[in-house]
């Protein structure tokens, strides 16, 4: 052969060697990368499971777990995926987008003689039109759904099913007799949905946090984070080292990591595109009820002769309660008693100790004993009326009532002593017979990729199992996430989206488990007070008795 031709065969050779390397590397790309926003997702593939965070995300520092627990995570992650959304127009335009004025839904026909009776499922067809009033062929919205009876102090959320056609359904048991009004509304148009991904994909940075730094009379403040961006200045890792859970501060000049005092919310960047703003305006396409299309309601008979007590098990709705006379009414059996004096409650609670970790959806919990509880005094532990930590006593009860904030990324002010972990709270606990611990926590971690909460709560579960097996009659109950009244602020750092994604994978972990769920999302959404962060007091209440009714069920259940 020349030496032209063994030049060219060499050049060949080397083309094929950078080819299959780039080929195996793009393969390993489509196993491990694939979006788990799309309806098309790729085969799972059990034999070779990727610990690696995503490249996509790569500003956020995801450890390595276990093969087990990164099985879990991707199954999580397919459990939670969203149908895929629209690209936006270019340029930006409302026209196509979906609008709730000229969507509508229609109550099917009742089968048989054309009567709804208690028992029954009621069903409901939507159509999401856009500006237009044109129908849309996709599907990808966020749509909540309720059925009410405002005089009766009734309601029970429905379960929505997207079509991907622009069409959705929605299904309501039917609980009670009398009227039943539907209520549809358009929490996020699907245009939304993909600036919010967008958005957890981009910035997942976008709250941030501050530390100080302080060494004799020197004090300096960093950014801090879960995920910051490479820069040039070095990175104090503050990962702890109990948990393994993430944690990383800008390093401060001539300062030593261990020199932090303090940690608060630094803020939040708005960094959405122009226009996009447009997709979450209130009153127009954000949180927006949609109108009826023919009745927007029926008259439910009593039920029929021989129909078995409506349960959760052959309730298609999936509900797990309901409202009846303002009082909360679950569908898996339990009986929820009433806890109206503060002797009744001091009944309850006599010789137990009750821990309450979380957010302030959780302190909530603990305002409410505190103050339905006269003889229960509040020990002056000098901290935040914000962040806490608490701690009640009633000595002669011996009644004891804590709470304490969970840790990054908190968004409070809360010096570094008192910045803890749920599962380190729970590693160093005892348990028993006359322990109850509450938990809950999603509002905070919002902003992150889910794959930083579904780790967060994989931790939780390790500790809960092992406080379990030590002390297996420890009562333990978790508070879901709820959805919330919705601004263009609240929807880029807290929108119902992330908290949904979040109460979905909340109730997917904890299955299982000897634990309780008190279901927030369905109590917040059933009831006719509007939808708040911090439910209102009525909502509270009924929260409590349920609480209280784990704590204390009656006998025979």
């Known amino acids: 052969m020349s030496f032209k031709g063994r030049k060219c065969l060499t050049i060949f050779l080397l083309l094929l060697v950078a080819f299959l390397i780039y080929a195996l590397h793009r393969t390993d790309l489509q196993i491990y990368m694939w979006d788990p926003w799309t309806k098309v997702q790729p085969p799972i593939i059990y034999t070779k499971v990727s610990t690696h965070p995503p490249k996509g995300r790569s500003i956020c520092n995801f450890p390595p777990l276990s093969p087990k627990d990164a099985l879990e995570e991707r199954l999580l992650l397919q459990s939670v995926s969203w149908p895929e959304t629209p690209k936006l127009p270019s340029p930006f335009s409302l026209e196509q987008t979906s609008d709730p004025a000229h969507s509508t839904f229609t109550i ?113 403040t960093t950014i801090c984070n879960v995920c910051l961006r490479p820069t040039q200045q070095p990175l104090c890792d503050l990962t702890d080292h109990r948990t393994g859970d993430p944690w990383f501060c800008y390093k401060p000049n001539n300062m030593s990591c261990d020199t932090r005092i303090t940690h608060k919310m630094g803020g939040y960047k708005q960094n959405i595109k122009r226009w996009e703003d447009k997709l979450f305006q209130v009153r127009v396409n954000l949180k927006v009820h949609i109108r009826a299309s023919g009745p927007a309601g029926v008259t439910v008979l009593p039920k029929k002769k021989g ?195 979040r109460d979905q994978v909340l109730r997917a972990i904890f299955k299982g488990l000897n634990v309780h769920l008190i279901d927030a999302w369905e109590m917040v959404l059933a009831h006719i007070l509007p939808n708040s962060l911090h439910p209102q007091p009525p909502i509270i209440k009924n929260m409590v008795d349920v609480l209280l009714s784990y704590t204390c069920p009656q006998k025979g259940h």
Request: hydrophobic share 40%; aromatic share 10%.
């Open 108 to 220: 099917h026909p009742a089968r048989g003689r054309g009567e709804w009776h208690v028992g029954d499922q009621l069903e409901v067809k939507i159509v999401i039109s856009d500006f237009k009033g044109h129908p849309k062929k996709s599907g990808g919205d966020l749509l909540f759904a309720r059925l009410h009876n405002l005089k009766l102090g009734a309601g029970v959320a429905g379960k929505v099913e997207d079509h991907l056609n622009g069409s959705y359904s929605a299904v309501f048991p039917l609980l009670w007799e009398g009227d039943a009004q539907v209520e549809v509304t358009l929490v996020h148009s699907s245009e939304a949905i993909t600036v919010l991904n967008r958005l957890t994909s981009e910035q997942p940075d976008r709250v941030f946090f501050k530390s100080m730094f302080r060494s004799g009379s020197r004090s300096q």
């Open 307 to 501: 129909q078995p007590e409506v349960k959760r098990s052959i309730v298609k709705s999936t509900a797990s309660g309901y409202y009846y006379q303002g009082l909360w009414r679950p569908l898996d059996g339990t009986k929820v008693r009433q806890f109206n004096n503060a002797s009744a409650i001091t009944q309850c609670l006599k010789g137990k100790m009750v821990h309450l970790y979380g957010d302030s959806t959780i302190r909530q919990w603990f305002e409410f004993l505190n103050a339905a509880l006269p003889d229960l005094k509040e020990f002056n532990l000098v901290s935040s009326k914000q962040t806490g930590p608490f701690m009640a006593l009633d000595y002669a009860n011996k009644i004891k009532v804590t709470f304490r904030c969970h840790g990054p990324p908190i968004r409070f002010g809360v010096p570094i002593g008192e910045l803890r972990y749920i599962a380190n709270e729970l590693k160093d606990l005892t348990g028993g017979p006359n322990t109850v611990i509450v938990f809950g926590i999603w509002s905070h971690l919002g902003t992150f990729p889910i794959e930083v909460y579904i780790r967060r709560l994989q931790r939780i579960r390790s500790e809960v199992v092992r406080l379990l097996d030590r002390a297996p009659e420890t009562l333990i109950i978790i508070r879901t996430a709820n959805p919330k009244a919705l601004w263009l602020y609240e929807t880029i750092t807290n929108s119902d989206w992330f908290s949904l994604q």
